[in-house]
């Protein structure tokens, strides 16, 4: 009997031991929701000095901005309170949330904020617990509505990651004006150039007569993170965006975005007063063409009054551009600059350009760019990519960032993963963000980052922004892998403030789109911490570049050669032969590296100062080349290749070891998607160990698994089309493979 006892003990104590792990698991969740989804705050003590301090909202106000705020902190609380929560305009007891600015709000002009208010711009905003109307309250004030807005999804984030209420007093403002998304879609087929999340969002044939309840979603997200401005089509442009017949459709998603703080901005095409307008040409210095663009952009603001401006992709991958006609890129950007500069409109002339006849393609936008300094209008800004090439799993900075002091430059990082295993990886972009703007230009002496030149900290730019390539596409989840969620939170959050640090972004977005739970937080931010590192890893480590497939960009290809364009082939980046790999950047090179300044230089020239994981990127070495680690370079590229397949297996460990901590329907989607990130890395490293093989003729070490595969059977299967909505099946003429 005693026996039976113990042995029913035994059982109920291990069930009891494990219940908090299975017995109950979350409800089933789909995603769609991302990082706002408000359930009730678990922790008790929280929970009511939440309701105790949060009963109501008193919103005084009636512009549409105003309304959203307080109808999402009305829904927010709502649900992260478990107790309705009503909406007032004056403040009948103790417990209310006070959100509104000085000029619109009765209850905020009578608490004197103005001094504290003035430092924080149009959209900045100061949350703080005073007494209003001699009644206990939290005050979200700003100088604008946009500034409430924001104010209030901050309020919401702090109750969604669980932080004390005595913490809630605060004050901020973004670091840059322009915090935009950029979005790749084609106005054809909905299909979205590089995005993996289904079709394009914007359903053209429907609109402007259904009004989907989506973008209007997709609007609130922005604003959740405090950015403030979109461009919804592909830089490789259909002149047609700029017909009436599509402005009327664009109409409505301006509509749409515009009660939250979302300013609707087109990419447009340079060729289209000859292809839209009947004119024998798109010449910037031509009369006729200026009139044209003046025109056009009339009548864009007829449909959109507030439209942000241009975003242009212009002599780059076969888009037309000025140097067609002879004209520079500032001819270009200064015409269309001069048709939107009397409605407030601004251009985004973009810096990704090379063309086939330069020697190295890394130097080409610094040389095309830095002579033009100070000739563009000082309505256009200049958006450069993070690195030189082209968002690859790690680039150094781009020298182009700090070396034009009069002319706005903006930066433009890749939410999208394009280069990261698509929709299909877990790839946290955050890390790399954070990498490219803490990088130190030194153009103005030491903490000259890339983040205080795109702020205008640097050379007191008059136009700053930072611009995402963001892809929500139709998924029920927006961008497919639930954790490429994160890197679209990363990039709002280092939009509004490039301060933040990577570790800390991700941990609000855990705690706001899964867990509050220690158990489930901390071991799935060490995964995403090691995910960009694992992805650079076992596809090009020490500074290795552009080893993909042609086409699609997904898989391994470092093989590649002969194409039309040697900059589109892995092998003008590698450079691999019997002696060495790498390409020589220095001065016995292509001397790009004396485009950054000293000492940013000096360590990328010295083969003893430079950092290994940008070595190859300036340097060709033997492949005996002693690495940092004692190891000779083909050991450590060996070795490299098969840390990343480890650091993979090492997450799917990790997020097997989470099971039942989260719900099962978002448990197994990644599970399953991290099967094949497993199974792509061994792809990708047995692929490229065995490539390289060919030229250092040494072998793998024997502690390593033996590839699966000889190289052939890789490189038979090359091009693995996953996603037929890409640009991978149908590339519009004149771009790249
Ligand atoms: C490359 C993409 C291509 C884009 C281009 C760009 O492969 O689809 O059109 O960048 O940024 O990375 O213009």
Redesign the pocket.
């Known amino acids: 009997m005693r026996m039976w006892i113990r042995s029913v003990l035994a059982v109920v104590c291990v069930v009891s031991l494990a219940g908090p792990v299975f017995a109950q698991r979350p409800a089933d969740e789909d995603g769609y929701e991302m990082w706002l989804r408000y359930r009730e705050v678990v922790d008790a003590g929280r929970l009511a000095a939440y309701r105790g301090a949060m009963r109501q909202v008193v919103a005084q106000g009636t512009s549409p901005i105003l309304r959203s705020a307080a109808d999402e902190l009305t829904r927010g609380l709502s649900g992260l309170l478990g107790t309705p929560v009503t909406t007032a305009t004056t403040v009948g007891d103790d417990g209310a949330v006070v959100i509104g600015t000085p000029a619109g709000s009765a209850a905020i002009a009578t608490l004197g904020l103005d001094t504290r208010l003035a430092s924080l711009g149009r959209e900045g905003f100061l949350i703080d617990r005073v007494p209003v109307a001699g009644r206990q309250a939290v005050v979200i004030a700003a100088n604008d509505d946009a500034g409430v807005l924001y104010g209030v999804f901050h309020l919401l984030r702090h109750l969604q990651t669980q932080q004390p209420l005595d913490a809630i007093a605060t004050t901020s403002s973004p670091k840059v004006q322009i915090r935009m998304a950029n979005h790749?879609d084609h106005l054809n087929r909905r299909g979205v150039?590089?995005g993996y999340a289904g079709l394009s969002l914007w359903e053209w044939g429907a609109l402007p007569n259904y009004r989907n309840p989506r973008y209007t979603d997709y609007a609130r997200f922005l604003a959740s993170l405090g950015m403030n401005a979109t461009a919804i089509n592909?830089?490789?442009a259909d002149p047609r965006i700029l017909t009436d017949q599509f402005l009327e459709k664009v109409a409505v998603l301006a509509d749409m975005f515009r009660p939250w703080g979302v300013r609707l901005y087109l990419s447009i095409n340079f060729d289209s007063p000859r292809r839209i307008g009947g004119l024998k040409t798109a010449d910037p210095l031509d009369p006729d063409v200026r009139r044209w663009w003046a025109d056009q952009v009339e009548n864009v603001y007829r449909y959109v009054p507030d439209f942000g401006g241009f975003l242009v992709?212009a002599d780059?991958?076969g888009q037309p551009g000025p140097q067609g006609y002879g004209r520079t890129h500032a001819d270009g950007a200064n015409m269309l600059a001069e048709a939107l500069a009397p409605h407030g409109g601004i251009v985004i002339w973009?810096a990704?350009v090379y063309n086939p006849e330069q020697t190295d393609r890394f130097r080409e936008a610094y040389d095309e760019f830095v002579p033009l300094d100070g000739t563009f209008r000082d309505n256009v800004i200049v958006q450069v990519?993070n690195g030189p090439i082209?968002?690859q799993p790690r680039e150094p900075f781009s020298p182009l960032f700090g070396a034009l002091a009069k002319t706005g430059t903006m930066i433009e990082l890749?939410v999208t993963q394009?280069y990261f295993g698509f929709s299909n990886h877990l790839a946290y972009q955050g890390p790399l963000f954070v990498e490219a703007l803490q990088a130190d230009t030194y153009v103005k002496g030491e903490g000259s980052t890339v983040a205080k030149v795109v702020d205008g900290t640097v050379h007191g730019y008059r136009l700053t922004g930072m611009a995402g390539?963001i892809n929500p596409g139709t998924d029920r989840n927006w961008t497919g892998h639930p954790f490429v969620q994160a890197s679209w939170y990363a990039f709002g959050r280092l939009a509004w403030d490039h301060e933040l640090t990577a570790e800390a972004i991700a941990d609000e977005w855990i705690r706001m789109t899964f867990s509050n739970d220690a158990r489930f937080i901390e071991p799935v931010k060490a995964m995403m911490m090691i995910s960009r590192e694992a992805g650079v890893n076992f596809r090009s480590p020490i500074g290795l570049t552009h080893l993909y497939s042609q086409g699609d960009?997904y898989g391994p290809a470092p093989w590649t050669a002969g194409l039309a364009r040697a900059d589109w082939t892995a092998v003008y980046y590698h450079r691999a032969d019997a002696e060495g790999i790498g390409f020589d950047r220095t001065a016995t090179g292509s001397d790009a590296v004396a485009q950054y300044r000293e000492p940013v230089a000096r360590v990328f020239r010295d083969l003893a100062l430079i950092p290994d994981e940008y070595l190859l990127w300036f340097h060709r070495v033997g492949w005996d080349h002693r690495m940092k680690s004692g190891r000779t370079l083909w050991n450590e590229l060996v070795h490299k290749y098969y840390e990343g397949v480890d650091q993979v297996r090492d997450m799917q460990k990790t997020w097997d070891s989470i099971e039942g901590l989260v719900d099962d329907r978002r448990f197994h989607h990644v599970k399953a998607l991290l099967e094949i990130q497993a199974r792509d890395a061994v792809w990708w490293r047995d692929a490229c160990v065995l490539y390289f093989q060919t030229f250092s003729q040494r072998p793998i070490p024997d502690a390593y698994e033996r590839p699966e595969h000889p190289l052939e059977y890789y490189r038979g299967r090359e091009r693995v089309i996953y996603f037929p909505d890409t640009?991978a099946n149908q590339p519009p003429p004149g771009?790249?493979q």
């Open positions: 790749w150039e590089r592909n830089v490789n992709k780059s991958e973009r990704f990519k082209d968002f890749q394009e390539v960009h640009w771009v790249p």
